[in-house]
Structures are given as C-alpha cells and as structure tokens.
C-alpha cells in the first residue's frame, strides 16, 4: 500500500526553523516528483515547495523563498522541508504529495499521492 507520513511539526516561536519530513512506504520515491502543501484555517490549499525526481529541479512559492529548502534522500526514501526564519502567516498543516514523473527537471501540476498532514504552529 502506498503511504507518505509527514512529521516534523510542532510549536515554535517566530524567528525559528522546524525540519519536516515526508517518508514513504509501499513503494520508492526513486521516480516521482514531491510537492509540499499547507493549508491554513479558513484559506485555501497553497503550493509551498516542490522538488523534481532525482532532484534536479525545485520550486518555491514566492512567499517562502529564501526561508525554505526542500531536498530528497532517495536512499532514505525521505524528503524534506526546511524551513527556516518562520513566520506566523506560515502557521498551517503541511502535506507532502507525490506523483510518478519521469521528467527530472520540473515538478508536476498534480499529485496522486498525498499524506495525512503535519500541524506547524509560529507564536509567541
């Protein structure tokens, strides 16, 4: 059965960082591309970050660029989002997706894949 398992969330104060991950199970992430989503209280679904198969492309939403990096551990079968200097606008569940996609150098519009999401709370 595929499954991808966000964690990494949690409570922290404006100004700090929080690593989230997204790990797969029932199948490698060897050929599919991964995005990064968040939805707050009352808005909609945003694409935050995504990163192509085998890495050789990433995107970001305008609103979290120089603050967020993704980056993938095929070995591990993990990707991950850092997120750094956060702010409380990034308070949001955060989920990762991922579609099969065999082009290596962009990132798809839609993802067949999807996690159960992760609570990341900025407040003082």
């Known amino acids: 059965q595929l499954q991808l398992v966000e964690s990494g969330g949690g409570l922290v104060q404006p100004g700090g960082s929080l690593r989230l991950s997204c790990a797969a199970s029932?199948?490698?992430?060897?050929?599919?591309?991964i995005g990064w989503f968040r939805q707050a209280p009352g808005k909609e679904r945003e694409g935050v970050s995504c990163?192509?198969?085998?890495?050789?492309?990433?995107n970001y939403a305008d609103s979290v660029k120089g603050r967020f990096s993704i980056s993938r551990d095929n070995a591990k079968n993990v990707v991950y989002l850092q997120m750094n200097s956060l702010k409380p606008e990034d308070t949001a569940v955060y989920y990762c997706a991922a579609k099969y996609y065999r082009d290596y150098l962009s990132c798809p519009y839609e993802y067949d894949y999807w996690g159960q999401g992760t609570q990341v709370t900025v407040s003082s």
């Open positions: 990163i192509s198969t085998r890495g050789g492309s990433t």
């Open positions: 029932g199948f490698s992430l060897d050929y599919y591309a």
